[in-house]
């Protein structure tokens, strides 16, 4: 991961080694490994809209307009409802998506 996106997890206090959820979506034309994922942060939303979009019952898409790049390989946005928030997280308590995070694939062996 690139420096500057180390340094913004850092800076707003997350452990980047420890995800709530993480999944690999898909291997990019480069190699590299496009994953997904969460985090749960302690804080409010305070501007800005959700990036969630609602297409039918319990089905979004994410507004890519409303996705902030942390860098040119990492993008996030951030989400008011929490999914598998333990009961004893400190509240108020505010979901980190990761809705790109372009990582190199490092193993010997090709991702099948």
């Given at each position: 991961m690139e420096q500057e996106a180390k340094n913004f997890f850092y800076n707003?206090?997350?452990d980047?080694?420890?995800?709530?959820e993480i999944w690999l979506n898909t291997i990019?034309?480069?190699g590299s490994a496009w994953y997904g994922g969460?985090?749960?942060v302690c804080g409010k939303i305070l501007v800005g809209e959700r990036a969630h979009v609602e297409i039918a019952?319990?089905?979004?898409?994410?507004d890519e307009s409303k996705v902030f790049k942390v860098t040119e390989k990492l993008h996030i946005?951030?989400?008011?409802?929490c999914d598998l928030?333990?009961?004893?997280?400190?509240?108020?308590?505010i979901q980190l998506e990761i809705y790109r995070a372009d990582i190199p694939w490092v193993m010997e062996?090709?991702?099948s």
């Amino acid at each position: 991961m690139e420096q500057e996106a180390k340094n913004f997890f850092y800076n707003i206090g997350v452990d980047i080694k420890k995800p709530t959820e993480i999944w690999l979506n898909t291997i990019n034309a480069d190699g590299s490994a496009w994953y997904g994922g969460w985090y749960h942060v302690c804080g409010k939303i305070l501007v800005g809209e959700r990036a969630h979009v609602e297409i039918a019952p319990n089905t979004f898409n994410i507004d890519e307009s409303k996705v902030f790049k942390v860098t040119e390989k990492l993008h996030i946005h951030f989400n008011e409802k929490c999914d598998l928030l333990s009961d004893s997280f400190p509240r108020p308590v505010i979901q980190l998506e990761i809705y790109r995070a372009d990582i190199p694939w490092v193993m010997e062996e090709k991702y099948s």
